[in-house]
């Protein structure tokens, strides 16, 4: 096949490790950084299927505060006491999540190919813009893609859409690069051409549609060139 014209990245778990917030939900709370920090990540992923798929998107939320929200339920789960400063520390390390070691080498690799890159995200505009420049990878990316202007989470399709409509390619044409399963399957059912990056050496969703390509780190995308 011929190589893509465009590459479009998932933000949270594929660009940036939503996981490092652990580090600091550990200081706050000995012993349970890692359960918060896993609860946290599938409580908000779970409330952006809620809101979009609920009486036709009646109860949309922009991400932050879906990812506030997840936080309280989650440490009301695990017991704990969730103080407003621990709160906003827990929050605002969402803005400066570290980024995974080879996301600037392979956003200036994919550049130097000649592909335009971008980010196509549940986050809100204000979350991922700071989150892209604290990593330093602004000058990196011709698109930043938010899902808050069409008030619908992935994995609805008018979501990847999106991409479609700022690159101006086909979804043949563009590949889509996700660390999250669910969202590499919601991609292949659009007609992304797509790499699940398996971190974490998981199985792959049990739904058929397997991803074109399936990778251990984000430079398994330089396959598609």
């Given at each position: 096949m011929d190589q893509p014209g465009a590459v479009l990245f998932d933000a949270y778990g594929t660009l940036f490790d939503v996981y490092s917030v652990g580090q600091t939900a550990e200081r706050l709370f000995a012993g349970h950084g890692q359960a918060l920090a896993?609860?946290?990540?599938d409580k908000q992923i779970e409330y952006t299927r809620l809101v979009t798929t609920s009486?036709?998107?009646?109860?949309?939320?922009?991400?932050?505060?879906?990812?506030?929200?997840?936080?309280?339920?989650?440490?009301k789960r695990l017991g704990l006491d969730l103080a407003e400063a621990a709160e906003q520390q827990l929050m605002d390390?969402?803005?400066?999540?570290?980024?995974?070691?080879?996301?600037?080498?392979?956003?200036?690799?994919?550049?130097?190919?000649g592909a335009v890159t971008g980010i196509l995200s549940n986050g809100d505009p204000g979350m991922l813009d700071a989150a892209v420049r604290s990593a330093g990878l602004d000058g990196l990316l011709d698109?930043?893609?938010?899902?808050?202007?069409?008030r619908k989470y992935k994995t609805h399709p008018d979501a990847y859409q999106l991409g479609v409509a700022a690159t101006g390619l086909q979804p043949d044409r563009i590949a889509f690069v996700s660390c999250n399963g669910w969202d590499a399957l919601g991609a292949t059912w659009f007609g992304f051409r797509t790499l699940w990056v398996n971190r974490y050496q998981l199985p792959f969703e049990e739904l058929g549609t397997p991803p074109e390509r399936i990778g251990s780190s984000l430079r398994d995308v330089l396959a598609f060139f």
């Amino acid at each position: 096949m011929d190589q893509p014209g465009a590459v479009l990245f998932d933000a949270y778990g594929t660009l940036f490790d939503v996981y490092s917030v652990g580090q600091t939900a550990e200081r706050l709370f000995a012993g349970h950084g890692q359960a918060l920090a896993a609860g946290w990540r599938d409580k908000q992923i779970e409330y952006t299927r809620l809101v979009t798929t609920s009486n036709h998107g009646a109860h949309y939320r922009p991400f932050g505060e879906l990812t506030r929200a997840a936080l309280r339920y989650t440490c009301k789960r695990l017991g704990l006491d969730l103080a407003e400063a621990a709160e906003q520390q827990l929050m605002d390390q969402y803005r400066t999540l570290t980024a995974f070691p080879e996301s600037r080498e392979v956003l200036q690799a994919l550049k130097a190919r000649g592909a335009v890159t971008g980010i196509l995200s549940n986050g809100d505009p204000g979350m991922l813009d700071a989150a892209v420049r604290s990593a330093g990878l602004d000058g990196l990316l011709d698109h930043v893609l938010s899902v808050d202007g069409i008030r619908k989470y992935k994995t609805h399709p008018d979501a990847y859409q999106l991409g479609v409509a700022a690159t101006g390619l086909q979804p043949d044409r563009i590949a889509f690069v996700s660390c999250n399963g669910w969202d590499a399957l919601g991609a292949t059912w659009f007609g992304f051409r797509t790499l699940w990056v398996n971190r974490y050496q998981l199985p792959f969703e049990e739904l058929g549609t397997p991803p074109e390509r399936i990778g251990s780190s984000l430079r398994d995308v330089l396959a598609f060139f």
